[in-house]
């Protein structure tokens, strides 16, 4: 994927999705504006179906594999989560077997979310990129199509957030945008260009997955051996080339950001919102928060990607300790 789609292609792909998904909210928090001395608006991907905006993707592209290769019957792809509940949902919507791969010690709670839509789980390697290369090897011995995480169809679909945050929220300043393989952030500059907005799109990683901050900050695509963060969606320690080519292109700059930022965040969200984030959905705040100083009286977006985290480590992350919250509620 070199360009970008047209405003045509991505009104067609938000046909589609809008028979599954009602669009859903941007709403302007008063406290997180509070906070960050600026209008902070919140688009809530955590309020679809899959609890994730994930789901856009993969309905727009089992909807083309079906329409282009009939033949196809079963899919496989490599995931920590919700790239694979997208993936288990659409493809028992279009009538497609899906094998879902996932590392071992993945989220227990979003294992068994794929399975209830109908993916097959299978656990293998110790990390998302060896679960991927098990994936690739099982479709070619077992003629399967591979699904990778990031491509031209799953851009278009999850562009369609996009679309919905800019007509919603026009004339925003700066976006706020979690990455974890590129379709969320490369979504949003295809919504953004389509539509002519001005803002900057300011892409986030993880401390402990920075593959694609230090590939960008580098102009080519840097490999990490390790990518050890709670915020799961944003574990990828290998680039994708092409999703790398577009934010180099069209984003601001990467941000990375800590656990210990990450994990305020997600408490934040729930103190100003009452909306739970997982690790990757707080990672936009945690960039925003980040650079609070460079914000005073603009419009700034922050996409809450997310809000499939198991409990026990949601109720750990909500019971630490926070001095700035706690002063909050005296």
């Known amino acids: 994927m070199t360009e970008l789609p047209p405003l045509a292609a991505l ?4 046909a589609l999705v809008r028979t599954v998904i009602s669009p859903t909210p941007q709403y302007h928090w008063p406290l997180s504006s509070r906070r960050l001395g600026a209008e902070v608006w919140v688009k809530h991907e955590n309020h679809t179906p899959i609890g994730a905006f994930k789901l856009r993707g993969g309905l727009v592209y089992l909807d083309e594999l079906r329409r282009t290769q009939p033949e196809v019957r079963g899919v496989i792809t490599a995931t920590r989560g919700n790239h694979g509940q997208s993936i288990a949902y659409a493809a028992a919507r279009f009538g497609l077997a899906a094998t879902i791969v996932v590392p071992h010690g993945n989220s227990a709670e979003k294992n068994r979310a794929m ?7 299978v656990e293998t390697g110790h990390d998302f990129q060896a679960a991927y290369e098990y994936a690739a090897e ?3 011995a077992e003629r399967l199509h591979l699904v990778r995480t990031f491509a031209p169809a799953l851009v278009r679909g999850v562009a369609t957030y996009g679309l919905e945050l800019f007509r919603a929220t026009p004339a925003l300043d700066r976006v706020y945008v979690p990455i974890g393989q590129g379709s969320g952030i490369c979504g949003v500059i295809a919504a953004r260009e389509a539509l002519g907005e001005r803002a900057e799109i300011v ?6 997955a920075p ?14 051996n390790s990518a050890d963060t709670l915020a799961d969606g944003l574990a990828v320690r290998v680039p994708d080339e092409a999703a790398l080519a577009l934010i180099r292109r069209y984003a601001e700059r990467i941000l990375t950001v800590s656990e210990a930022e990450i994990r ?4 934040v969200l729930y103190c100003d919102t009452h909306n739970l984030a997982e690790g990757a959905g707080a990672a936009a705040l945690a960039g925003a928060l980040q650079e609070k100083a460079q914000l005073a009286g603009k419009r700034v977006a922050v996409v809450l990607s997310g809000g499939n985290i198991d409990r026990a480590l949601f109720a750990e992350v909500l019971t630490e300790a926070d001095p700035e919250l706690e002063d909050d509620a005296r």
């Open 11 to 14: 009104e067609q792909a938000a």
């Open 138 to 140: 099982r479709a070619a």
């Open 264 to 267: 305020h965040a997600m408490r």
């Open 115 to 121: 399975a209830a839509f109908g993916g097959t789980l």
């Open 203 to 208: 892409g986030v990683v993880a401390a402990g």
């Open 211 to 224: 593959a694609y901050a230090l590939s960008f900050a580098a102009g080519r695509a840097v490999a990490t």
